[in-house]
């Protein structure tokens, strides 16, 4: 049983549903014939074992299942688990269990009855012997007591006394709980448990460079190891996952903690791999074993913690998926594919940089993320040429909620409607197809080809003419495969005739734009005439 959990109970009874008081009526019918089920079944090397006493007095309550007189004697005294063995059978007689006890967890609350005279986790270990963890509550005064090893089954306990010596049983249902979907081999008389991206073999193997946790039960000569992959998307916690289930006074003495996170280093690279490895600090796997952070957390906090301790030992490196690129910030850029406009505010960003830079699947959102604190409002100002908007937008942005590239590519588009739209005409009000020729040209012309498809994309209308131009558009941009199937064959052969007058529009500067403008609706015989732009 896991020893971060500080349980708080909640005093008071309260009024119990039918449900929950059939639920518990229909476990003590079960425990009446099964008593096997609330006492460790002994596999140790004891001399005499700890639960002789409970396993008798159990028994001899099971005997008694029919005789409610002597089951409320034997729930007053005698060993403590036959107390709450005996307590429990009583609801069987008694049918009901209208008022329970709460015991209020992180997992929520449990009811259990209340009966006898014995202590709550007695009681609750008892009724709730069908639960792998909840049931370890009625033994754990005695595993503190005489240092045992207890093993928590689907059904059933199992002590091994003073040695760790998990059943077979155990290690297959608490796996098989787990959320990740773990492996079973045997190798070098270790028992390894391998998540789907990692082999036995590649716990040996240096160059193996998938960042991964592996969690040693020492004594047990049992491993796991799941990569920082599997610990995202399954959110396991490998170390609870399997001590809910285990019972030991100190169980942190029997297990240790490392994380292997080696990158891939080319030959040209004058560096060991080696250097990259170091013990896990021992704060963080305080909290790991606390519960505070995950499989994942503390592969990628101990990431961080290198980072750090390197920071000033080799200054600025990338190791991206694992592998090394030395200072290599062209290599770095090409695997990022920056848009034009982002490629400068990386640029910036980089050359400012002193300290290593350790991504997985990187994007230029997230190399921005690094360093947003202390440069984005400086990435700001380089791409929108506008002091006072880039302040503006710094001091709301939440890079939490919305990605840097964002921030960054609406800079641009501010950037883009300052300079290249300020000389353009302006009109106040524009007939349908008018408005749709105009605003498609401004959209290509400030956010590029791929805004401008997808509003096209979006632009219903069952005006022959206005689709007829919408495609148009698509031709001159060389984009009309993608949104092809929108359009009817008419439509399309309309659009082949104005191309030429939507290559002229997307083309338009200040000095022929109201007249290539309307020269596209004419050809379309829209029969739209353009208002006088304004003053």
Known sequence: MPQKKNYKIRTGARAASK????????????LQDHPEVVVPRCEGKCFMCPFSKARKQV??????????????????????????????????????????????????????????????????????????????????????????????????????????SPPKDFLDEAVGSMKVNYSRKKKGGKTIFTCPHITPDNLKDDSFSTPYLKVDWTPADTVFAVCIECGKNH???????????LAHPDLRSEFKFHVYSRPKVPKKYDISEATFDFEVDEKLIEKYIMGAIRDRDLIELHQKEMVNYYEDERGTYYIVNGKYLGNDKKAFMAILKPQPYEKKVLKMMLDKCDHPIIVDKPTPSLVMALFWEDMGLEALEMTSKDKKYAARIFKKADITKVPPAKII???????????????????????????????????????????????????HTHDTKAKAIGYAFLLAMGSE???????????????????????????????????????????????????????
């Open 19 to 30: 449900s929950q008081e059939r639920s518990l009526i229909k476990k003590a019918k079960y």
């Open 235 to 245: 959110k396991s916690h490998t170390f609870l996952d399997l001590t809910e289930r």
């Open 481 to 535: 495969v993608s949104k092809g199937w929108q359009f009817a064959e008419h439509e399309r052969d309309f659009a082949e005739y104005l191309k030429y007058f939507a290559e002229k529009m997307l083309k338009s500067d200040k000095d022929d734009y109201h007249a290539n403008l309307q020269d596209l609706l004419s050809a379309a015989a829209s029969g739209e005439r353009l208002p006088d732009p304004d003053k």
């Open 59 to 164: 028994q001899e309550a099971s005997y008694a299942k029919n005789n409610p007189a002597k089951l409320d004697r034997m729930s007053t005294q005698g060993d403590p688990i036959a107390r709450a063995y005996a307590a429990t059978l009583l609801l069987v007689h008694q049918e009901k269990a209208p008022f329970l006890a709460r015991f209020k967890t992180g997992k929520g609350e449990i009811a259990f009855a209340v009966r006898g005279q014995v202590k709550r986790e007695k009681l609750i270990g008892v009724q709730y012997y069908d639960d792998p963890m909840w049931k370890m509550l009625a033994v754990l005064d005695v595993v503190k007591k005489k240092k045992l090893h207890i093993y928590s089954l689907n059904e059933g306990m199992v002590c091994t006394g003073k040695e760790p």
């Open 409 to 459: 590519y609406e800079a641009y588009v501010h950037y883009k409607e300052k300079t290249i739209l300020k000389d353009l005409p302006r009109y106040k009000r524009l007939p349908p197809v008018a408005e749709f020729s105009d605003k498609v040209t401004r959209i290509y012309k400030t956010q590029g080809v791929d805004p401008t498809v997808r509003y096209i994309g979006k632009h």
